[in-house]
């Protein structure tokens, strides 16, 4: 009962081997999202900052103007700094596997896309209506969407609703009322999720010690 | 020389037999959305469709829900029809191709509903946001096939995003939409469908 060889000559045993090496890779997909939470809570707090500043500052064109860019620039180059520093202290940090790679393809992607569409609707003073913002939150609501479906994972899924859920409300909320909700998606979304996945890197690396 | 036992007691055969293994999924991964060209030229078409509604028709407002609802009936009856075939396409890349795809779509389905439900369908920068949504959907694509055909669609939608950022008059608008759902979209299906004729075609002459 154990090796039926079928038509195409798979046999079961084949097929077992598969599901496992399956299963393998989407465990190993959730540990390098995991092992990235970090960037969440640094994306997080560098979205926050800007909006902190301006309310610190309200009156400043400069601050208007150039407080966005400033801290965009400064969470690419803690991004890239980090990422040095544990290339340098783990060797690889993105996983080699085909899932990790998809994954990899749609962070990088969202962020230049985001990117992208920012930089533009900065320069052509564009960057606040309703439909911008509701776009950056769907964006990277995308993105954790997309990442959930690839790695079967629920926490991500729902992380992926609440910030859809961000994005449609804007259109039928009261222009006051973005910024509460930009900063719950930023707090929820993006920090209280990157929080997890360093909590659950962290219990992991006891887990692997302990054994 | 040929098969050197590594510190983690992986072979050169090993190796040889993964990166097969890989291209081989790269290549099925390039050739199952060459086989769903018809997808693109199916929603090229229904994009100008509710394009061309909103701007020569009455109602307006049922223009995007419409054309989606007859564009999503369309594509279930021929999806249904097509013969699925068996092994090729349920590979590692294709689940991930299929995440992005499906993700992304429904992304841009729940976003247009919510401008025209919510009566915002004047609000500038929501026909730029589809933009930049088909762009990343095509970019990641790109990027997981290693695809450059498709990395050029993937330009072409957010140039033209980018272009509707500083080209607001309506008629701009509607020009840029048209130009990148006709380049994006349209003739990057023709050539997806392109490449399955050819591909099916080797496969006949090899049989």
């Known amino acids: 009962m154990t090796n039926f060889e079928r038509e195409d000559g798979v046999t079961r045993d084949d097929l077992v081997q598969r599901v496992a090496l399956m299963e393998e890779m989407i465990a190993e997909g959730r540990r390098s999202t995991i092992r990235f939470g970090w960037i969440f809570v640094l994306w997080g707090l560098i979205d926050l900052a800007p909006i902190a500043w301006q309310l610190l500052v309200p009156h400043s064109d400069w601050v208007k103007n150039w407080s966005w860019p400033i801290a965009i620039a400064c969470g690419v180059a803690i991004q890239f700094s980090g990422m040095a520093i544990l290339r340098r202290k783990r060797g690889a940090v993105c996983s080699s596997n085909m899932r990790g790679r998809s994954i990899s393809a749609v962070w990088a992607m969202m962020g230049l896309t985001a990117m992208l569409y920012f930089a533009g609707a900065m ?45 449609v409300a804007l259109f039928f909320l009261s222009n006051r009322y973005w910024l509460q909700i930009f900063v719950g998606e930023m707090c929820f979304g993006m920090i209280g999720f990157g929080l997890y996945a360093m909590w659950l890197e962290r219990r992991n690396r006891s887990g692997i010690k302990g054994e | 020389m040929t098969n050197i036992e590594q510190h983690d007691g992986t072979t050169r055969d090993d190796l040889v037999q993964r990166v097969a293994l890989m291209e081989a999924m790269i290549a099925e991964g390039r050739q199952s959305t060459a086989r769903y060209g018809w997808m693109f030229v199916l929603w090229g078409l229904t994009y100008f469709a509710a394009i061309g509604w909103t701007v020569y028709l009455p109602y307006t407002e049922w223009a995007w829900p419409v054309c989606i609802a007859a564009c999503t009936v369309v594509f279930g009856i021929v999806r249904s029809r097509q013969p699925r075939v068996a092994g090729k396409i349920d590979n590692l890349r294709r689940h991930s191709l299929d995440a992005v795809w499906q993700v992304i779509g429904g992304g841009i389905v729940v976003y247009l509903l919510a401008v025209i439900v919510s009566g915002q369908a004047k609000e500038p920068g929501y026909l730029a946001a ?18 450059w055909p498709q990395a050029v669609a993937a330009a072409i939608w957010w140039g033209c995003g980018t272009a509707m950022l500083f080209f ?40």
Request: proline fraction near 1%; aromatic fraction near 14%.
């Open chain 2, 130 to 147: 589809v933009l930049f949504f088909n762009g990343l959907a095509n970019g990641v694509s790109a990027r997981i096939l290693r695809w």
């Open chain 1, 123 to 167: 320069i052509a003073h564009k960057q606040w209506p309703v439909a911008f913002t509701a776009a950056m939150l769907m964006f990277v609501g995308m993105a954790h969407g997309t990442s959930a479906m690839i790695l079967r994972w629920k926490a991500q899924g729902v992380v992926a609703c609440v910030w859809w859920i961000g994005g």
């Open chain 2, 168 to 207: 607001t008059t309506r008629t701009e608008e509607l020009a840029l939409f048209v130009t990148a759902t006709f380049c994006g979209m349209i003739v990057f299906g023709l050539y997806a469908m392109w490449l399955e004729r050819g591909a099916a075609a080797l496969e006949l002459h090899h049989a």
